[in-house]
Nanobody
């Protein structure tokens, strides 16, 4: 069993940066690919970024490519999402996910989810 707790969300002006963290409990954290998803009001949850268990493979949604960076520190059981050049359309609740065998965009492939952290980007 893995439990995920996100932190680092907040209010930022357009063009600014935020770094989200996701702390995982459980001994098997390093065995899994991890991901970040987001959900804006009235919209479906959408894929943002994912990283393989080793950190050697990553993938991003086109909308965030070049602006966001996912990384992980298996010694600290933590995955990060560095968000730069934020835009108002990045406003959403951001969810950490884990438990997938590979870095996939599919929500159904992830077994574990955090409670979410709010990111609000003002124009």
């Amino acid at each position: 069993q893995v439990q995920l707790v996100e932190s680092g969300g907040g209010l930022v002006q357009a063009g600014g940066s935020l770094r989200l963290s996701c702390a995982a409990s459980g001994r098997t954290f390093s065995n899994y690919a991890m991901g970040w998803f987001r959900q804006a009001p009235g919209k479906e949850r959408e894929f943002v970024a994912a990283i393989s268990w080793s950190g050697g493979s990553t993938r991003y949604a086109d909308s965030v490519k070049g602006r966001f960076t996912i990384s992980r520190n298996n010694a600290k059981n933590t995955v990060y999402l560095q968000m730069n050049s934020l835009k108002p359309e990045d406003t959403a609740v951001y969810y950490c996910s884990g438990g997938s065998s590979y870095p996939t965009v599919l929500t159904r492939q992830y077994n574990y989810w955090g409670q979410g952290t709010q990111v609000t980007v003002s124009s």
